[in-house]
């Protein structure tokens, strides 16, 4: 009882107006004492409910409003470091009771009550503690080891998320949509087969474009027929921080939108309510079509700690608010239904109270994260022996033959090949080594892909396995994660590297971020191909030549590859898939487009740019590069991509008219960069080349230029050429703004003269 006085006396402190955390517990309080047994008994099976079913629930809304409460208070001594709160939409308890606990779960940050309750499937789960643990940052965590306050559970299928709002939706659908194929596929579903999947999200979060191309992906794909057992959830509290959601905007915007069948349910008030979310979720889990379930709601206590509601909301306003507080309503069905007395609902909301603050500083007492190793253990798993075994598995050869026709026509046995080539004869043996894999994206079944990369896969494997999606990045990328999710290798393809940049949060902020966030309990493992760089010839313009890396080079525990040649791009794949299935790791191959379909080195015609078809246990350990003529001593040139047949061109022209010896790097990875590598060569040369296609602000030259000077005492000179910082203009002035052959001549020229002035 120290304890709560200690909450009391804490709460008391701030002014009343400002305080309405110690209002609505006021008010409760107040409130409950004030309600009478009735005369006639009100009958909770009239509204579906069992009298263990209210009770449980109603125990559940009270410990998820003392969790916040509890919030409130322990964030002034710093013992909890997040403090946006469920109070208000306790109703969220009815989902936590009616769905099962596993039907996977995307949740809004609001969903305390959603959480308590479902952890009643699980006995042994104390979701008080488990959630105190989370609040404290403690490594003890059982969602995310103390990265993140977040809203998780392994064992109750609810994957972590964090706080971007709506990014979660893409991936709900993918998910949904990956039951189906998970029933199918080799490594079968993880959950039962008639299982379906829930988001949840605020009114103001359902304008967002995330959410908008996910209703619209469900619809698009529940209108050809899929079954899409997706359970949107709109949380209306009428309000997204200090901004109303006009009167009426949800209903009438989703009331009648083809497609998504629309619930109304009543999350104030759980006997009026139950029914109503039964209906949406019993329809969801039958019928297998996407359901908008349009909850109402109200926010209590502001939107998070910090905010001081009373600057942008009238007193009437929010008194009118709190007089609807869920747990007013069920205290009193609780007395009317003859159930508790208010002494007893006083009695159990103390000894919640008392539960959360033990619990928060029994929680505050464990271990929290105190080095960097801990913070990024679960970031990038990485086994490299099991990847070498898994990289070097071979398919049975009978299976390869009746794959790819006969001996002479499997592709080692080809003559050598352009990259394009190479690449889709790649994915074939993956496809066929992986058969849980799946290759999907714009254009990229019949059609083989803008430039047949993918030509004849839909062929050899079941359109199941290879399938055009619908024209929207960020639902590409949801699905990725969805279908990984089910068990699933996802190779998604994205058309351009200009058109990952309208999506990139869904890997920047969500697929490359679960692992860290659940503590490796999760993972999306995938192969994201994205065609993309410049030199194209008679394709121009800035989206077909992108050239930028920035955004991709600092997302944490993303693996970026980007091959220079076509044997080493099936090599690279290879360990990708082997990364994706052995450590689930998310990766991004980068295809320069302009390699696609080069033959030719030095002159037309030479054929020096083809390659054979690497045997079936070729791989490329994660950041080998490759070393062309490694016995040179004068000058290193550091590429990758475009830059590497460019270099080797230019040297080729610069050692008719020079002695000097220089080798040429291919990095081949690009994230993370393999300093100790580049520094284990750079410390050979004086003078240093870099030749970067990307950018020149934050491309990968950037990485290296400091990998080498941060590490290397006597670092050699170094000179980069990189791309102009413009976008890439149309036509023949695309050249101006790249490097080329002839400036590496040039600027190989000026070293050697530099050299000889220093000698
Ligand atoms: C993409 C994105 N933009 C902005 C924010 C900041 N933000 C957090 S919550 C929020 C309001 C959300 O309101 P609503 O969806 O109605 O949910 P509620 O908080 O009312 O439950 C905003 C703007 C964010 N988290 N993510
Ligand atoms: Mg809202």
């Not at 009270?62 to 002034?76: G, N, P, V, W």
């Not at 779960?105 to 959630?131: N, V």
């Not at 076509?566 to 390699?595: Q, Y």
């Not at 990485?703 to 000179?719: D, T």
Request: one cysteine or more.
């Amino acid at each position: 009882m120290a304890i709560l006085k200690n909450l009391k006396s804490k709460l008391a402190n701030k002014s009343k107006n400002i305080n309405r955390a110690q209002v609505v517990d006021d008010n409760f309080k107040e409130f409950v004492n004030t309600l009478k047994k009735p005369n006639k008994l009100l009958i909770l099976k009239d509204y579906g409910l069992t009298e263990s079913a209210f009770i449980e629930m109603f125990t559940s809304q009270i410990m998820s409003r003392q969790l916040d409460l509890m919030a409130r208070a322990l964030r002034l001594e710093n013992k909890v470091f997040y403090t946006i709160g469920s109070s208000g939409h306790e109703g969220s308890v009815m989902l936590g009771r009616l769905t099962r606990h596993t039907d996977p779960a995307f949740l809004h940050y609001r969903s305390g009550g959603f959480m308590m309750e479902r952890s009643r499937h699980i006995p042994s789960i104390d979701p008080i503690y488990d959630t105190c643990l989370s609040f404290a940052a403690s490594q003890a965590d059982p969602a995310s080891g103390g990265r993140h306050k977040v809203w998780g559970s392994k064992d109750l299928w609810v994957l972590p998320q964090t706080s971007t709002i709506a990014s979660h939706l893409p991936k709900a659908v993918g998910t949904a949509l990956g039951i189906e194929l998970g029933k199918r596929s080799v490594s079968g579903l993880p959950i039962p087969d008639d299982s379906i999947i829930m988001c949840n999200f605020g009114d103001a979060s359902s304008n967002h474009s995330t959410a908008q191309g996910a209703f619209n992906a469900a619809a698009w794909a529940s209108y050809q027929g899929l079954d899409v057992p997706l359970l949107f959830v709109c949380e209306d509290n009428g309000i997204g921080i200090s901004v109303k959601t006009p009167s009426g905007w949800i209903e009438r915007n989703y009331k009648h939108r083809p497609g998504l069948q629309y619930f109304k349910a009543d999350g104030l008030d759980l006997a009026q309510g139950y029914r109503q979310v039964k209906r949406a979720v019993d329809f969801c889990r039958f019928e297998r079509k996407p359901v908008f379930l349009h909850l109402q709601t109200t926010r209590l206590m502001g939107h998070a700690g910090t905010d001081f509601e009373v600057d942008y909301r009238n007193i009437d306003e929010l008194e009118a608010e709190e007089a609807k507080d869920p747990l007013l309503k069920s205290a009193k069905l609780a007395v009317d239904s003859g159930l508790m007395s208010s002494n007893d609902i006083i009695d159990l909301y103390e000894r919640m109270n008392q539960r959360c603050m033990e619990s928060a500083y029994k929680a505050d007492r464990q271990k929290r994260i105190e080095t960097i190793e801990e913070v990024i253990e679960s970031l990038a798993p990485y086994s490299p022996v099991d990847v070498k075994i898994q990289a070097e598995k071979c398919v049975d050869q009978d299976k390869r033959l009746a794959l790819f026709g006969n001996q002479k026509l499997l592709p080692e046995n080809q003559p050598a090949k352009h990259m394009a080539i190479l690449i889709n004869k790649g994915l074939m043996d993956i496809m066929l080594k992986y058969e849980n894999s799946l290759v999907f994206g714009e254009d990229v079944a019949q059609k083989g892909g803008v430039y047949t990369l993918t030509k004849n896969l839909y062929k050899k494997f079941s359109p199941k396995r290879v399938f055009n999606t619908l024209l929207d990045e960020q639902t590409i990328l949801g699905l990725a994660q969805g279908y990984a999710n089910m068990g699933m290798i996802p190779i998604p393809e994205i058309q351009y590297l200009a058109y990952f940049h309208n999506a990139c949060d869904q890997i920047r902020g969500e697929a490359a971020s679960l692992q860290f966030f659940s503590n490796n309990q999760y993972a999306n493992p995938m192969v994201v191909r994205i065609p993309g760089l410049g030199y194209q010839k008679g394709f121009g313009g800035h989206f077909h030549n992108d050239n930028s890396f920035t955004a991709l080079r600092d997302i944490p525990g993303l693996i970026v590859a980007c091959p220079s040649r076509g044997d080493d791009a099936v090599k690279i794949m290879r360990t990708l898939m082997a990364l994706a299935h052995v450590d689930k790791r998310v990766s991004v191959f980068i295809e320069p487009i302009a390699l696609y379909m080069k033959k030719d080195l030095y002159k037309e015609g030479d054929n020096k740019w083809t390659f054979n078809y690497p045997q079936c246990e070729d791989y490329i350990p994660i950041g080998e590069a490759k070393i062309y003529n490694e016995k040179a001593k004068d000058i290193l040139i550091i590429s990758y991509g475009n830059g590497v047949p460019m270099s080797l061109e230019a040297i080729d022209i610069f050692n008719k008219s020079h002695s000097e010896s220089i080798a040429t790097m291919d990095l081949r990875w690009l994230q993370p960069l393999n300093k100790k590598s580049i520094c284990q060569l750079a410390m050979k040369f004086d003078t240093i080349l870099i030749v970067d296609e990307g950018r020149e602000s934050g491309s990968v030259g950037e990485g290296v230029v400091s990998a080498i000077i941060e590490n290397l005492n006597n670092p050699p000179q170094i000179k980069k050429i990189t791309g102009v910082d413009t976008f890439t203009p149309l036509g023949d002035a695309s050249a101006l703004v790249l490097p080329n052959v002839k400036m590496i001549v040039e600027n190989l020229n000026k070293i050697v003269e530099k050299r000889k002035l220093n000698a």
